[in-house]
């Protein structure tokens, strides 16, 4: 039983990325939402919030500097300059202000799908990214 554990636990691991697969500009290329929020109260804002983050970039350099450029007209897009910290355990980008690293402004769980693209789950929204380089 522990083997198959053991085994279990390496397969699930080898797909996921490490802290340098991460860094690069990443361009969103599908959106995709969970079932439990595709309500039809809030189908006009959840179509609005998807056509958005297609426009979405995110930019997450070496430096540990992270951006996120949307339309410049959205203002509730747009993030002032962070920086970021990768758990590798967890696969969760931290995002925070450079001035006090406890700050936590957004959280991204990084992983990739059955297919090997890499994937962005927006905590705390019912949003996952399908992003490439």
Known sequence: MKVLLLIAALLTSINQPDAKEIIGTWRVKEVMVTKSSETS??????AYMKSLMLKTT???KAN??????SPKNITGLQMP???????TNTH????SEPKDPKSRL????IY???SGEMCF???ETPFILKVYK
């Open 58 to 60: 995110f930019i997450i």
């Open 41 to 46: 109260e809030n189908e006009k804002a959840v």
């Open 92 to 95: 969760i980008l931290h995002i």
């Open 121 to 123: 789950s927006l905590a």
């Open 64 to 69: 540990h500097q992270f951006g996120m450029l």
């Open 106 to 109: 957004a959280k991204i769980m």
């Open 112 to 114: 990739k799908d059955k």
């Open 81 to 87: 300059p962070c920086v970021w910290t990768y758990d």
